[in-house]
């Protein structure tokens, strides 16, 4: 099986660019890829509910429902 680390660096600063990382965790999950995902500078803020509700990258899902399915699946995330 192949495995993906997706990294995410921005936040609130870049909301499509901080919805990536999980685009492509659930996008993993469809196509039984193992995935993590590491939250790194500006991205550790999205750990609070307050911040990620807020994020809803160009032609994305909001946050908050990626990271629903993120949760559901048991995808690792490093902070």
């Known amino acids: 099986m192949s495995r993906i680390l997706a990294v995410a ?4 600063d870049d909301p499509t660019k901080a919805t990536l990382p999980f685009v492509t965790a659930v996008g993993a999950i469809g ?3 193992e995935c993590t995902i590491a939250l790194v500078g500006e991205a ?3 750990v609070k509910d307050a911040i990620a509700k807020n994020i809803h990258g ?3 899902p909001p946050l908050p429902e990626l990271i629903a ?3 559901q699946a ?3 995330v490093f902070v």
């Open 44 to 46: 550790v803020t999205m």
């Open 74 to 76: 048991k995808i690792p």
């Open 58 to 60: 160009v032609g994305f």
């Open 69 to 71: 399915k993120v949760v």
């Open 31 to 33: 196509a039984d890829k």
């Open 9 to 12: 660096s921005h936040a609130t």
